[in-house]
Each structure stands twice: as C-alpha cells, then as structure tokens.
C-alpha cells in the first residue's frame, strides 16, 4: 500500500500534470488570461514537479520493465471492486500538501466528461467511458508512484519519439543505447498495429486489462481506455507508421474523446450529486457485474 507521504506528492503531480496539458493542448493555450502559462511552458519553465516526474518516467519505462508490469497487473489479483465504489474512494484522495489542499479529483472530472457528453448526445458507451476512463489510477493506491500512473503514454521496444515532452529525458533510458530497441520500427514490423506494441505502463492500460477481462465491452470503448494518452500520436500525428487500418478507424473514436477530456471548458457540477447519481448507477448496470476484478 502506498505511504501517507508518496500518496501526497502522487496526487500533487498529477494536479499539475493535468495542468500542464490542459496548457500545453487544452483550451488555456492560447487564451490571453494564461498566456504566461504558455511561455513558462516554451521556456522550459514548467512546474518542477511535472519535469522531475517526467524525467523519472522518461528514465525507467524500459521494454522489461513494462512487461513486468503487465504480467504482474494482468493477474487481476489486487481485489474486487465496484465501478462506483472505486470512483468515490479514488476521489476521497485528498492531501495538504506544499501549503495547499490538493485533491485526486477523479470524481469531478468524470462526471463533467460525462454529462457534457450526455447532454451533446454522445452514445452511452462513450459516456460510460469517459466515468471510468482514468480508474486505473487505483495503482497510486496499490503503492506505486507518479512516473508509472500518469503522463503520456509512449511505445518502448522501438525509438522514443521527439513529440513527447521532454524527449531529451529518453537519453538515460537504457533502451535508448540498445540497439535492438533504438531503431524507427525496434521490434515491430512497419504497421503492425498497437495492439502488437507495447506502451510505457500506467493507469490506461492496467484500466484497459481490468475492462477487458469482462470479455464483452465495446472495442471502442476498450480502445480508448487504452491509448487516451498516446498525445504523440494522436495530437503531433508521431508513429503512424505502426498504426495498422484497425487503429486508425478507432483513433477516430479518442480524437472525440480527447476534445471532452483536454479541450472543454468544464463546467461546475451540479451542486447535488445525488441527482445524477440513478442514471450513473443504472448506466453502469447496464455495462458492468456488481464487482469486477482488479
Ligand atoms: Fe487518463
Ligand atoms: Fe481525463
């Protein structure tokens, strides 16, 4: 189980990780309020935590290690929980920390994704996925740290690409100097699919493994919990070369995704959760057993 004290910076960094894409790609990038952001970001100015964090990402996601971590989450032997269970105990994540509250405002997040969805017509399952999307976060819980939970998510086993944030962090990578993994294709064949390649590991794909367990959900829905933060990809347009026709009719499906998820303005929440509380609980009914394995 996770430390009081790694449990506060994981939750920190990661309020400042989603700040720093919401300024990087989301709807503050060019507004006038928030240019400083922007500059900061140009000038490498960016919060220190975020760059530590990446850095140590950067540095540690090896082709080994992801497998390890695949193997070890893919046992889905950490517990049996409900969707909404985790949703509330991801969100009751609050710390004080560096003279601020900071809270894993999973909750919040959710249900702004999901009602803007809801009320601009999306279908049920795209507001299905975007309730529980970042649900495998429940890994800061089981202990880990922020550079294997949150960031952007990268293929390891070929070359890191120079989209992602602070491509020079790659230089200490073992991966970097082996030659097995440093070329444009490493291990994989020119459009092999995704499926085929492995990611740097975080809640996306442990979020992805725990859904696709059930056997029956929708592909799409499966597709985006697993690659809603390949931002080099889907956002520079790097690594279209391993893409295959399967990845790019569901890319379509994350571009939407993302436009809820970075780009809106979110709205304050009803005051009363409890008013939306039947649709959520019949919506996962309808996609879910009681208690799932994770
Ligand atoms: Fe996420
Ligand atoms: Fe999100």
Redesign the pocket.
């Known amino acids: 189980m996770a430390d009081v004290d790694a449990l506060s910076s994981a939750v920190y960094d990661t309020k400042q990780w989603?700040d720093f894409l919401k300024t990087k790609y989301g709807p503050y990038k060019s507004s006038k309020e928030t240019k400083h952001f922007y500059e900061d970001i140009k000038g490498e100015k960016t919060h220190p935590s975020v760059i530590a964090f990446l850095k140590e990402n950067h540095e540690k996601q090896t082709y080994d290690y992801v497998r390890t971590m695949k193997e070890k989450y893919g046992k889905l032997n950490q517990g049996e929980f409900s969707i909404w269970g985790m949703l509330m105990r991801l969100d009751e994540i609050k710390v004080n920390n560096r003279g601020g509250d900071v809270q894993l405002q999973q909750k919040e997040?959710?249900f702004q994704?999901a009602e803007s969805m809801r009320r601009e017509g999306q279908p049920r399952w795209l507001v299905m996925t975007a309730l529980i999307?970042?649900l495998g976060k429940y890994l800061y819980l089981l202990g880990e740290k922020q550079w294997t939970v949150v960031g952007e998510i990268f293929p390891v086993g070929c070359r890191f690409s120079k989209e992602i944030a602070y491509p020079h962090f790659f230089d200490n990578n073992p991966d970097t100097k082996n030659e097995k993994y440093n070329t444009k294709f490493g291990i994989y064949e020119p459009h092999c699919g995704l499926d085929k390649v492995n990611f740097s590991f975080g809640h996306d794909e442990y979020m992805y493994m725990v859904c696709n367990n059930l056997g029956y959900l929708p592909k799409e829905m499966l597709y985006i919990l697993r690659y809603?933060s390949f931002y080099s990809c889907l956002l520079e347009g790097d690594y279209t070369y391993l893409l295959n026709d399967y990845d790019i009719e569901m890319m379509k499906w994350v571009k939407i995704f993302l436009q809820y998820?970075?780009f809106s303005f979110t709205e304050p929440l009803p005051v009363d959760l409890n008013d939306l509380k039947p649709y959520y609980v019949e919506l996962i009914s309808e996609y879910f057993p009681e208690k799932i394995r994770w």
């Open positions: 989603e997040h959710a994704m999307h970042d809603h998820d970075l």
